[in-house]
């Protein structure tokens, strides 16, 4: 059996410099999923559910459907929450996406609030003297910093989709509350900033938030964020053009400039948020609707589900034959992600295609069922032609059947790790999104080329797969989930474990997250599995050629909802400490 415990090449530096491949990767020996397997029930509701990966964050969600609000109303609220209590993805200083259901008008959209290159970073901007790439360019300086889009997102969201009965002051005042009068720091949070330590403290203005005595803030201590406080009362009173325009935005652009990045406060004040049209597809009598370019997720999705829908999964979530045919269908969709996807701003990314039933059946017409195919001999399904023309996850469902799957995030933990100073805003270094140049991996491992290479204004594409699945019209499945590229196959599974074997919707988030991403030519598996699974069936997986690499870290964290006869069922993944499913 093949296994490295370690992580790999790109991964293994990034842990080294103190941040890590898989941002949400917190190491965690209490959250193990084999002991909690089965044991988990989903937490039951009337009218509504917030599940987010902050126990703070979710109850002023769940105050604000109490209140009358609606699901969008809660999902602001929330984000502007994960942003004092879970440092390490929920930002003002990063970006996400919405994918909202609107059950009265059967409308569904999609919020786009990526960040966006500055106007001077351009195809060199990550290469070194030599033009070869550098990834700490990216991931470390103020160049892979991209205009903050959340505070944007969120606002822009409350304006078009919230019920109106709540002013942003409103929704913003329970964050600005925590800020100055400080959150008690509990175990996650105290793993997050001990484990990131580096990340965080090498910044002073970031060490003087987030320790104390130059050691990192630890259980017992209060984190006290009197800047973001301040910043977010600012926001709260004149709306988001405090935050984009004047002496914020001023203070965030000398901040990255002073790192080394090109932001200008020109750059900030041209932020806008965009209304999308969701990506659509069904599997299996359930309506998908996701998040489409600038993420890749939603389309891959559709895609994976469309090939998967072929096949029978008779065996069980984790029989050898499932496994086998989901990590095929992974390399395939994951080939394409690769060459095809990007900013839709720039490039044609042809959607009607990747994701109609057509190609799907090509793909798994591709697939041998006895053995693996290499992802040498795996390549981009299409020929390109015109057609016309450290995140975290949280799902809100509220009385009246409306639903919000929003995915934010800095891209990894604590993003960039600096505050800009006198703001109290963590930025974020999402422009290791980027394909910093042709086939070079990036932070997560993931290649790409010239549709994904970095521009002027350009969104570097995003895994970030929030979804909502429809039954009959009805709100069904509410998922997503952080993890960079590991997000896609993450939902995957939530949605088949929910579908294909009908588990309820705590055993489906309990799976064990199997992972597959074309390059590098390698099965990611969490190491649940291992003892999960007797060892003949590993060895029955790897009689397909399989090579199996079973990860430090677990993968994922999709707080999610189902909506069943039962009632409104939710589970905030139990793969992290703090997190809370609740409803009323
Ligand atoms: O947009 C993306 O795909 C990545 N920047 C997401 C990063 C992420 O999920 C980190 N959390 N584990």
Redesign the pocket.
């Known amino acids: 059996m093949a296994r490295s415990v370690s992580a790999l090449g790109a991964f293994a530096l990034l842990i080294a410099l103190g941040t890590s491949a ?4 917190v190491p965690d020996p209490e959250t193990d999923i084999v002991r909690l397997a089965g044991a988990i029930k989903p937490v039951v509701a009337k009218n509504g559910m917030v599940t987010t990966q902050d126990a703070i964050a979710t109850r002023i969600g769940v105050t604000i459907l109490e209140k009358g609000g609606n699901a969008v109303d809660a999902a602001v609220a929330v984000g502007f929450a994960l942003a004092v209590t879970h440092p390490r ?1 929920g930002n003002l200083g990063g970006g996400g996406f919405f994918v909202i259901w609107l059950a009265e008008k059967q409308q569904a959209v999609a919020l786009d609030f990526r960040e966006i290159a500055p106007a001077a970073i351009n195809a060199k901007s990550f290469l070194d003297e030599n033009g070869k790439p550098d990834i700490s360019k990216a991931t470390r300086t103020g160049l892979g910093v991209g205009v903050p889009g959340s505070v944007s997102g969120l606002a822009t969201a409350l304006e078009k989709f919230g019920s109106g009965k709540f002013t942003l002051e409103d929704l913003i005042a329970p964050a600005i509350k925590l800020a100055r009068d400080g959150i008690p720091v509990e175990s996650d949070l105290e793993r997050s900033i001990n484990f990131f330590q580096k990340t965080l403290l090498r910044w002073p203005s970031t060490a003087k938030i987030f320790a104390k005595d130059g050691a990192p803030l630890k259980q017992g201590d209060l984190l006290v964020q009197r800047d973001l406080a301040n910043t977010l009362e600012a926001i709260a009173k004149n709306g988001p053009d405090a935050f984009y325009k004047g002496e914020i935005a001023d203070k965030i652009s000398l901040a990255v400039r002073e790192a080394g990045g090109v932001m200008t406060s020109d750059d900030i004040a041209k932020y806008k948020t965009e209304i999308l049209d969701v990506v659509r597809g069904n599997y299996r009598g359930y309506d998908i609707l996701s998040m489409p370019p600038p ?1 890749s997720g939603g389309a891959l999705l559709v895609q994976l589900l469309n090939i998967l829908e072929g096949f029978d999964f008779k065996g069980g979530p984790n029989a050898p034959h499932t496994l086998h045919l989901m990590v095929e269908a992974m390399k395939r969709a994951y080939a394409d992600r690769a060459e095809f996807f990007g900013d839709p701003a720039f490039i044609n990314v042809p959607l009607t295609r990747l994701t109609s039933k057509e190609y799907a059946a090509q793909l798994r017409a591709g697939i041998n069922l006895a053995q693996t195919t290499p992802s040498s001999q795996i390549k981009a399904g299409l020929t390109p032609k015109k057609e016309g023309d ?2 975290t996850h949280f799902s809100v469902v509220d009385k009246d059947g409306n639903a919000v799957a929003a995915t934010v ?1 800095l ?2 933990n604590f993003g960039l790790g600096l505050v800009a100073e006198g703001t109290g805003v963590l930025l974020n270094n ?1 422009l290791d ?1 980027f394909a910093l140049a042709p086939g070079v991996p990036n932070a997560f491992g993931l290649v790409g080329g010239e549709a994904n290479a970095p521009g002027p204004g350009k969104k570097p594409l ?3 797969t929030p979804t909502i699945l429809l039954k009959d019209g009805k709100v069904s499945l509410v998922t997503g989930s ?3 590229s590991t ?1 896609i196959t993450t939902v995957l599974r939530v949605v088949s474990g929910v579908i294909d074997h009908k588990l309820n919707i705590a055993d489906a988030v309990l799976l064990p997250r199997i992972h597959h991403q074309w390059m590098p030519d390698e099965v990611r598996a969490e190491r649940a599995f291992e003892r999960m699974m007797p060892p003949e069936q590993w060895i029955a997986f790897e009689t397909y050629g399989h090579k199996v690499d079973f990860f430090r870290f677990n993968i994922g964290a999709a707080n999610s909802i189902l909506v069943t006869p039962e009632g409104i069922t939710g589970v905030s993944d139990p793969r992290y400490l703090g997190t809370l499913a609740a409803g009323h």
């Open positions: 898989f941002p949400q990767a993805a993420s450290n995140t995030t891209n990894l999402e999104d995003s895994s970030m952080p993890g960079g997000i």
